[in-house]
């Protein structure tokens, strides 16, 4: 009996993910057919950006691009901390938190009937619809697809938001987990739509490394020896491999775009992640305050050389 269950259990899963995977092609289709346009309203009470003085030009923009617990407008999971914490200790930036990393129709999962009744009666489903669309993502068949559906809601985003195009304010796309896979591949429609400085930072970045990153100034990747997760992501896509060296990531390796940082030993996930407010350090900070710091100086640091050498950099 027990045998039995654990096949029936398996052999539902399994259709699970396949009705997942065919959803989350579903969407990428749809958008580029243009049998839907992506959502660009907001819900009464929900910001476009928060941070700076909307009535001035922002030293920076920054976009947060959430792991796979995205499911809202606003901030959601432990990522509401990490916003929350950049907008208090960074005034000088503008701040964008809504973006659907995992909606190329930019359609929260809340906001769906169905996912709304499948959150609060099988709410395991809501993740393995963005694992499934960050595989979509990484896909070489719908990736240039994704990319651009993702890339465009993000430059959308900002102009909502007030950037100007070639107004050479950077922006710097935030990504946590699966969001580094769309933050890379949104680089090139970002570029093609706005011509802006762009920098990336990834937060336990869990990406294929196929996409071409050329138009990012510089990629800052954010690292632990304790996080397993993105670990494995440099195992399981051959482009992440020395091997390929023409791959998108190990262009930019060569070409000195990527930085590592190491903030051990966070863990990807848990109540010793990069963004938890109780594990404590030696100096007595918390996992949560150093992330912060560490981004924050980043682009402040970029911020300098960039105006030291009176224009933005190579």
Known sequence: MIGLALLLLLGGLGLVLI??????????????????????SRPDGTSYARGADPNRPPDA???????????????????????????????????????QPYSPLAVPLADRPVWAWLRRHIGLLLFLH?????????????RPLYNRAVGAQ???????????????IPVVLLSYSGGAQVASGAVNELWSQLRTPLWL????????GANDITHAQHLYRLTSAGDWIERVGTWIFPQRWRLFRWSGWNR????????????????????????????????????????TDTVIAL??????????????LP
Request: charged share 25%; proline share 5%; aromatic share 8%.
């Open 19 to 40: 009705a997942e995977a065919l959803l989350a092609r579903y969407e990428v289709l749809v958008y580029v057919a243009g049998w839907r346009p992506p959502t660009i």
């Open 61 to 99: 923009y920054l976009i947060y691009l959430d792991g796979i617990g995205k499911r809202r407008f606003h901030d959601t999971r432990d990522g509401g901390r990490l916003v929350k914490s950049l907008i208090n200790r960074a005034p000088e930036l503008r701040v964008l938190g809504q973006v």
């Open 130 to 142: 963005n694992v499934m669309q960050i595989f979509v993502a990484a896909d070489r068949r719908y």
């Open 154 to 168: 993000i430059a959308t985003e900002l102009r909502v938001a007030g950037y100007r195009p070639d107004s050479g």
């Open 201 to 208: 930072i990834t937060l336990g970045g869990f990406h294929n």
């Open 252 to 291: 930019a390796e060569r070409e000195g775009k990527i930085t590592v940082h190491r903030l051990d030993p966070a863990t990807h996930i848990g109540s010793r992640s990069y963004i938890a407010p109780e594990a404590r350090l030696p100096d007595g900070r918390s996992h949560l305050d150093r992330t």
């Open 299 to 312: 682009i402040r640091d970029r911020l300098s050389l960039t105006a030291e050498t009176d224009g933005p």
